[in-house]
């Protein structure tokens, strides 16, 4: 089971200290607790270099290895000063499910720290990312810049849109042959839906 902590901004790495010490003396079931970051490029006298970024405030996720969700302790994290509220749903459940919970997954995945995807995109078409943690999110997509080499991805988290923007890797045009075959096919598949 996934669960979301909303904390007070700026206090997400002590919230995550905290939870971590609380979980490993409460429970014997096996956890993890991320406060996710992206990998982000930002020039810095001069040069670029990259740096670890919150990829949004005030919250921290929660994977618990526990068989029911009566047993994980809601009253004693919520007596954690910098912890606001425990995310739920209207029918009183609080473990991540639908979308949240392939949110959840997805930082899991990637041990809540999201590295640079390598893109494909030129003028005109659509862009293909063909590498790296946000492989897959090409339909979410909603800006690109190549001058400072980010894309902004858009997610659906609760009740609440978050656009998220992400450095990424763009492939130059003079690509290997099997990349570009790919890429040939994806945008001839988006011209050409009906084609397999």
Same mark, same amino acid.
């Given at each position: 089971?996934?669960?979301?902590?909303?904390?007070?901004?700026?206090?997400?790495?002590?919230?995550?200290?905290?939870?971590?010490?609380?979980?490993?003396? =409460?429970?014997?079931?096996? $956890?993890?607790?991320?406060?996710?970051?992206?990998?982000?490029?930002?020039?810095?006298?001069?040069?670029?270099?990259?740096?670890?970024?919150? %990829?949004?405030?005030?919250?921290? $996720?929660?994977?618990? *290895?526990?068989?029911?969700?009566?047993?994980?302790?809601?009253?004693?994290?919520?007596?954690?000063?910098?912890?606001?509220?425990?995310? *739920?749903?209207?029918?009183?459940?609080? =473990?991540?499910?639908?979308? +949240?919970?392939?949110? =959840?997954?997805?930082?899991?995945?990637? +041990? *809540?720290?999201?590295?640079?995807?390598?893109?494909?995109?030129?003028?005109?078409?659509?862009?293909?990312?063909? +590498? *790296? #943690?946000?492989?897959?999110?090409?339909?979410?997509?909603?800006?690109?810049?190549?001058?400072?080499?980010?894309?902004?991805?858009? $997610?659906?988290?609760?009740?609440?849109?978050?656009?998220?923007?992400?450095s990424v890797e763009f492939l130059s045009k003079d690509i290997d042959p099997a990349?570009?075959?790919?890429?040939?096919? $994806?945008?001839?598949?988006?011209?050409? #839906?009906? %084609?397999?």
């Amino acid at each position: 089971m996934y669960f979301c902590l909303s904390c007070l901004t700026t206090k997400e790495e002590e919230t995550r200290e905290r939870v971590t010490k609380f979980l490993s003396t =409460a429970t014997d079931c096996e $956890f993890l607790v991320w406060f996710p970051k992206k990998e982000v490029r930002e020039k810095r006298m001069g040069r670029y270099e990259s740096v670890e970024k919150p %990829m949004f405030s005030n919250y921290i $996720f929660i994977y618990w *290895g526990g068989e029911s969700e009566s047993d994980f302790p809601f009253y004693d994290l919520k007596r954690i000063p910098t912890v606001l509220r425990i995310l *739920g749903y209207d029918d009183n459940t609080h =473990a991540l499910k639908g979308t +949240d919970l392939e949110f =959840a997954k997805w930082i899991h995945t990637h +041990d *809540g720290h999201i590295k640079q995807s390598k893109v494909i995109y030129r003028e005109g078409q659509r862009i293909q990312i063909t +590498d *790296g #943690p946000l492989k897959g999110f090409d339909g979410n997509v909603i800006k690109v810049d190549k001058h400072h080499k980010r894309i902004t991805v858009r $997610f659906m988290f609760g009740e609440t849109v978050s656009d998220i923007s992400f450095s990424v890797e763009f492939l130059s045009k003079d690509i290997d042959p099997a990349t570009q075959q790919r890429y040939d096919q $994806f945008c001839l598949g988006l011209s050409h #839906p009906s %084609m397999v």
